[in-house]
């Protein structure tokens, strides 16, 4: 190998490693925020945990559950979008309690059955008692419960959402 | 242990030739600016990569797209990053393809036997346009609504066909949603997939006829 030879052989090691080097940065600097980016959505805090007013707790029975239907804002993204909710307010001597209508099961919409004196549910034939206890079917636990208080006579539940 | 790699992959694949091919080649002393092709192949892979970053979020319908690109700007991490990052390499990629287009020109390296190179390039010059094109309609902003009507305008003044012409970009007489997907598809699919085959070609060609050496002073 002669004196140039040797001197080219240094040179091209010297331009692969600084290009190798080079490279890593410049792909770190680009990986680096598309995987921020791709994650991004994951990251958010998200959820919202507030009071919502069901009127004034006289105006609901002492009988029967009775339905109430309310619906809250939501952002996904760009988008601006509404969740309907169906809750069951259950009044007496005891106090009140408010039902969610979601099945326990697999989330489908319960409804209250008077003459069956029972919650049904549409999908797999669940039935919830008065007081949510499971009474036949698939669903493991009794209906959600919200958390509840009363202020100036109105009642109000405490809406968590993921 | 990694030659030990690469020679079990070379007797399988040949990837040392190829590498030696591509990478290896002889070319006569040139300067900067014979690296304006390399420049760019260089944005044009940034683009790739932000381009399909940005979909993940964007969206090409009136209702939605301006939003999507206002939640890209302020409710994504790193959002700002791509988006201005495939902003500001689209109008670089323009500069330096045109740039590279005169090098070829004033060096004279278009001539025998490089005339196919130059015809492929011709092409790459117009598919990056119209990239530029397509893209700035996307936005859907008060901007980008009125360049386009103007753009499409502009095509519409061809005597005889104009008005087909004009149909066809905008997808109907007015600037609609028809206009701003047919513009997606064309920015985010058919464009990049001609430039990425005529690159190919192009840069086949290169390897192939080797790069032509700078005139000298008596020629
Ligand atoms: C996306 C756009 C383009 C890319 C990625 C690209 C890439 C390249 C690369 C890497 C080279 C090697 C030599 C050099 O960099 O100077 C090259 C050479 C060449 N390009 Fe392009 N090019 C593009 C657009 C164009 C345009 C618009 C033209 C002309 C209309 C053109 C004509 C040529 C010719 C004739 C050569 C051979 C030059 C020589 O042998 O000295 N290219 N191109
Ligand atoms: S979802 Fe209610 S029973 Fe299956």
């Known amino acids: 190998m002669s004196e140039s030879d040797a001197v080219n052989a240094s040179r091209r090691r010297f331009v692969a490693t600084t290009a190798a080097a080079v490279g890593a940065v410049m792909g770190a600097a680009v990986g680096v925020p598309a995987l921020g980016y791709l994650a991004s959505p994951a990251l958010e805090a998200g959820g919202s945990d507030a009071w919502v007013p069901l009127g004034n707790l006289e105006s609901f029975s002492t009988q029967q559950p009775t339905p109430f239907s309310f619906t809250r804002s939501k952002t996904s993204g760009w988008r601006k979008s509404t969740r309907s909710y169906t809750v069951y307010v259950i009044r007496n001597a005891d106090g009140v309690r408010v039902l969610s209508s979601r099945c326990t099961h697999l989330s489908c919409r319960v409804t209250w059955h008077e003459e069956q004196n029972a919650f049904t549910c549409p999908c797999h034939d669940a039935q919830f008692g008065p007081q949510g206890e499971v009474l036949y079917g698939p669903p493991p636990k009794p209906l959600e419960e919200y958390e509840t208080k009363i202020e100036d006579g109105a009642l109000l539940i405490r809406v968590v959402e993921a | ?219």
Not at chain 2, 197 to 203: E, F, K, P
């Open chain 2, 1 to 219: 242990m990694a030659s030990k790699l690469i020679g079990w992959l070379d007797e399988r694949t040949g990837i040392v030739g190829v590498y030696k091919t591509v990478f290896d080649r002889k070319i006569p002393r040139v300067n900067w600016w014979f690296t304006l092709g390399s420049a760019s192949l260089f944005l044009f892979s940034i683009q790739v990569v932000t381009g399909i970053l940005l979909t993940v979020y964007y969206v090409p319908s009136p209702e939605h797209a301006y939003d999507s690109v206002q939640y890209i700007m302020t409710g994504v991490q790193f959002g700002w990053l791509i988006r201005g990052v495939h902003h500001w390499a689209a109008s670089l990629m323009v500069l330096t393809v045109f740039l590279h287009m005169l090098r070829v020109f004033f060096y004279g390296a278009y001539k025998y036997p490089r005339e196919i190179t130059w015809v492929t390039g011709v092409v790459l010059l117009l598919a990056t346009l119209g990239m530029g094109f397509t893209g700035y309609l996307l936005p859907w902003n008060q901007k980008a609504y009125w360049a386009t009507t103007v753009g499409t305008s502009i095509a519409g003044t061809v005597p005889g066909i104009g008005d087909f012409i004009l149909r066809a970009l905008r997808g109907g007489a007015d600037l609609s949603a028809m206009t701003l997907t047919r513009f997606f598809a064309a920015h985010v699919w058919m464009l990049p997939l001609v430039i990425l085959a005529v690159i190919s070609v192009h840069l086949y060609l290169v390897i192939r006829n080797g790069i032509s050496a700078a005139p000298k002073d008596d020629e």
